[in-house]
């Protein structure tokens, strides 16, 4: 990754899904100082790019802030690079699900930023054709509180839907079904119900797609669960 972006930079032809994968490893390594030094500099060339790449990238450098303890610059990126380009699109609104979730388990006031995501996200209820994306899209309709969408996606979900392959139908039933009731538990506040029912799932979670990076946001929701709940069980018997 690192020699194509240098071969970019002696040619002027900029490479951002090279510079995606470093990001993407640098991530895994547990940099995230050495993320915002690789992707800042690069960031000038991310305009001409597609919402997509534009939007997923500094979701990346987002993530980056947020793992050095500087959740208002990683909201200032959610504001103005993250959603709002193309709001109907939907890397866009998975890149903004994501993001404004991380805000929140990190202690944020987001205001009312969900029920901006979810108006847009919520002509997609009905999609049924990656779980990876559905989950993202209830979450949202959650947090904003639109229960009779989330009360028919829940349904819906429980039902692999005809135009998903017959050789997935385990991995939905058995993954995205729970893990969708465990989504909808933790955004609203049912955190003892949301670690019990995400936590047997979590192992085959990346059966349902999504990068290493993505992945974690269902790892850290079910932390944040286990977290709360003990919490609360603690508080009972003091």
Known sequence: GRRAVGHAAETGADDPWAQHAVAHVLEARGDPAGGLAFLEPLSAGWDRCSSFMYTHNWWHA??????LDDPAAALAL????????????????????????????RGVDVGGRWADVADH?????????????????????????????????????DTPSPEVPGANHPIWREVAAPASHALAAHARGRYAEA????????????????STAQQTWFHRLHADASRRASGRASGACA
């Open 121 to 157: 996200v919520g002509p997609r209820v009905h999609d049924r054709q990656n779980g990876f994306l559905d989950l993202h899209y209830l979450y949202a309709l959650a947090r904003a509180g639109r229960d009779a969408a989330v009360a028919g996606m829940l349904a819906a979900l």
């Open 62 to 67: 987002a993530l980056f802030h947020l793992d």
């Open 195 to 210: 670690a019990a029912r995400l936590g047997p799932v979590l192992p085959r979670m990346f059966l349902l797609g999504g």
């Open 78 to 105: 959610y504001d103005t690079r993250v959603w709002g380009v193309r709001k109907t699109y939907v890397q866009d609104q998975i890149n903004a699900v994501s993001l404004l979730s991380r805000l929140e388990l």
